[in-house]
């Protein structure tokens, strides 16, 4: 709500009130506050402008009971005879007026109620007027106009056409009955008589009540609703049943009842749910069993091995437990078959940099990169090349350092997968023999992924870069 002083400014700049009257509308404007919470809607107080063409706001108030209709403070706006004719009436005449349409300074649609506000000696100094929010019911009105009109058309259409000609029932795949509100069959079109065949081995004829041969029918057609929408389990079958009741009129008193077969899809749906079960356990099953591989690796490592074949034995655990990460992301996420690459990469990098007594236990890693979801099958090829060019990073960049930082980024760019593994170390340096590790990232990245891999010392460091579609081959 305006201060005084800013009601006392807009009625002397915009109206021809005296100063009298101003006091009488800020006297006015103390109590419009509880009127808007006790009513549940929005208060103002407009006056006539100096030109008597329109109004202007200077008073407002939004209730703290309910959501008010403006966004923004409309005190000081005018009020236009086109959008607010009741207002500008009630200022001329000083009529009330009661539950009339009108447009807001906000293009909201509302029911406005005015009345006016007197000055000491009874002349119309202003208007209390209280507004509510009809966006909604308007849009609800329209959408059951619409219904009406559209089932009124398609009464037309299906029940009109002659006996000769019913050519839109016939090919429609659902069961439709056309029943009067007792429940007295008017037309029934030929999937509906094969399913009544089906369902009792019976047919109902037209004039004869379809509750007597579907009574499961009953609630359907007696509910008062006009248009109504359920699931059924008929039987051994499970059935869509609609009703949409026609608009009372000479012409036409009934509804349409229509029943769609979900007996099938709910099957598949069933095969579906039993499949994504298999397929989770399957990939609950490959996780322990890399996790029991790897346990195996260390505990064999534990007992001692020699010293020159410690670093592939730790190499191959490395590579099974990123494997195993593609699964424990499958089942961490809803997805069956999918994988959040960035979700994968910060797991396999943490788990490399930060593993006690890892060379790299003094290594620093950064992630960048937004959610994004592959196929799982790409997903493990992806696992073993991050795998690799991070712990190339571990053994080769830092010789001589306790310190060091990796930052792994990647990015969607149109149809393609831009991943690059940085470091800040001593730079890449091409040997006449590439290692194991760049062998399998070369393989991988070429055969299993159809893309490009570099590798590149830079300014500060290497530089890792792979690039990839984001769709694999079929």
């Known amino acids: 709500m305006l201060a005084t002083a800013s009601i006392e400014s807009i009625c002397q700049q915009h109206t021809n009130l005296s100063n009298e009257d101003i006091e009488k509308v800020i006297e006015v404007s103390q109590t419009i506050q509880l009127t808007a919470d006790l009513s549940k809607a929005n208060i103002f107080i407009d006056c006539l402008m100096a030109d008597g063409k329109q109004a202007i706001v200077v008073a407002e108030a939004s209730p703290t ?5 403006y966004e923004n403070q409309v005190a000081g706006m005018k009020a236009y005879e ?4 009741a207002v500008l009436y009630c200022l001329r005449t000083g009529n009330p007026m009661t539950s009339n349409r009108a447009i807001t ?8 109620s005015v009345v006016p506000i007197h000055g000491s000696e009874g002349n119309i100094i202003a208007a209390l007027i209280m507004e509510k929010d009809i966006s909604d019911q308007l849009k609800k009105q329209e959408e059951m106009k619409a219904l009406s009109k559209t089932t009124e058309s398609l009464s037309g259409v299906l029940v009109g056409v002659s006996d000769n000609q019913p050519i839109i029932p016939e090919l429609i795949e659902e069961a439709l009955f056309f029943v009067e509100p ?10 509906a008589i094969n399913l009544m065949h089906g369902l009792t081995g019976e047919e109902c004829r037209c004039g004869e009540n379809i509750i007597h041969y579907l009574p499961f029918l009953a609630d359907v057609i007696t509910e008062s609703d006009e248009l109504l929408v359920r699931e059924m389990a008929i039987s ?13 009129n000479e012409k036409y008193n009934g509804m349409f009842v229509i029943l769609r077969d979900l007996t099938e899809l709910r099957e598949k749906e069933k095969e579906l749910v039993m499949k994504s079960v298999a397929i989770q356990e399957i990939h609950h099953r490959v996780k322990n069993n890399l996790q029991t591989v790897a346990s195996l690796l260390r505990l064999q490592m534990r007992r001692g091995i020699p010293e020159e074949s410690k670093v592939y034995f730790l190499e191959s655990l490395n590579r099974i437990l990123s494997i195993a990460s593609v ?4 089942l961490s996420n809803s997805s069956i078959d999918e994988v959040d690459i960035y979700e994968l990469i910060e ?3 943490n788990m490399l940099v930060y593993t006690e007594g890892q060379a790299g236990a003094n290594i620093q890693i950064q992630f960048d990169g937004e959610p994004l979801t592959i196929e799982s099958k790409r997903a493990v090829s992806i696992a073993l090349i991050i795998n690799e060019l991070i712990q190339n990073c571990i053994n080769h960049a830092f010789k001589g350092r306790d310190t060091g930082k990796v930052q792994v980024t990647f990015k969607q760019e149109e149809t393609f997968i831009h991943i690059k593994v940085i470091d800040d170390g001593v730079g ?15 393989m991988m990245v070429e055969h299993d992924l159809a893309g490009t891999f570099t590798i590149q010392k830079v300014d500060q460091g290497s530089e890792a870069a792979i690039t990839f579609p984001l769709k694999g081959r079929g």
């Open 65 to 69: 009971t309910a959501k008010p209709i």
């Open 82 to 85: 086109a959008f607010e004719p």
């Open 105 to 112: 300074q906000e293009r909201k649609k509302v029911e406005q």
């Open 182 to 191: 007792d429940g007295n069959l008017l037309y029934s079109n030929p999937t």
């Open 236 to 248: 051994d079958k499970i059935f869509k049943v609609k009703k949409i009741h026609l608009p009372q």
């Open 327 to 330: 699964y424990e992301v499958i």
């Open 347 to 349: 797991k396999i990098g």
């Open 428 to 442: 890449y340096v091409p040997h006449s023999k590439s290692s194991l590790g760049l062998e399998i990232v070369n």
